[in-house]
């Protein structure tokens, strides 16, 4: 199977992760407003962890937002084995603090602020996201039938999973990383 063959056969797994990704998002946008407390000390945390890297020289930024996301995301394909379960936790969690930053950025500056500092980079992020989720998945699948069902081969699954992250993944996150650091820092 070609890489075209394998990405387009993750089809329904892509769909699916779309769909948590917003649904978890309009979660973190709703629950800021019902605990914006709770909220508010979550996203100062996330902040002062930012404080530093937003310190570095630029290319400092890049690499480390590239080498973090690269990391996170080779770890969200790789944990998939253990049965799909680290992908649904990733990306609960950064759809979840993206609503959220939604939600104060709403209130504190205005919609057209929020997606300036989030659209750039993210329409290239966030399906990256999606695809290593996806790409998880279908790893965790694979373990699954393997163990219970006797059927498939993990190593094939690992392979293509594998060549995708490199292939695909790993450009998009340099292309994300790329734009956040030189035009999103610039336009916000």
Same mark, same amino acid.
């Given at each position: 199977m070609s890489l075209k063959q394998y990405l387009f056969s993750l089809k329904k797994q892509i769909i699916i992760f779309s769909l948590f990704f917003f649904l978890f998002g309009y979660l973190g946008f709703f629950s800021s407003q019902s605990i914006p407390r709770e909220a508010e000390i979550i996203l100062q945390q996330v902040v002062a962890m930012m404080e530093p890297i937003a310190e570095m020289p630029v290319l400092g930024q890049f690499a480390f937002i590239l080498l973090n996301n690269s990391f996170v995301l080779f770890l969200v394909v790789i944990f $998939? /084995?253990? *049965?799909?379960?680290?992908?649904?936790?990733? /990306? *609960?969690?950064?759809?979840? /603090? /993206? $609503?959220?930053?939604?939600f104060f950025a709403k209130n504190m500056f205005s919609w057209p602020v929020f997606f300036l500092a989030t659209m750039p980079h993210g329409v290239i992020e966030v399906p990256a996201l999606i695809l290593s989720c996806a790409i998880g998945y279908r790893l965790g699948i694979a373990v699954f039938d393997r163990i219970f069902k006797k059927q498939g081969s993990i190593k094939l699954e690992l392979n293509y999973a594998l060549?995708?992250?490199?292939?695909?993944?790993?450009? *998009?996150l340099a292309l994300a990383a790329l734009i956040e650091v030189f035009i999103t820092a610039r336009l916000v």
């Open positions: $998939g /084995l253990i *049965f799909g379960i680290f992908p649904f936790l990733v /990306l *609960f969690s950064n759809a979840v /603090l /993206l $609503g959220m930053v939604a060549n995708s992250y490199l292939k695909v993944i790993l450009p *998009f």
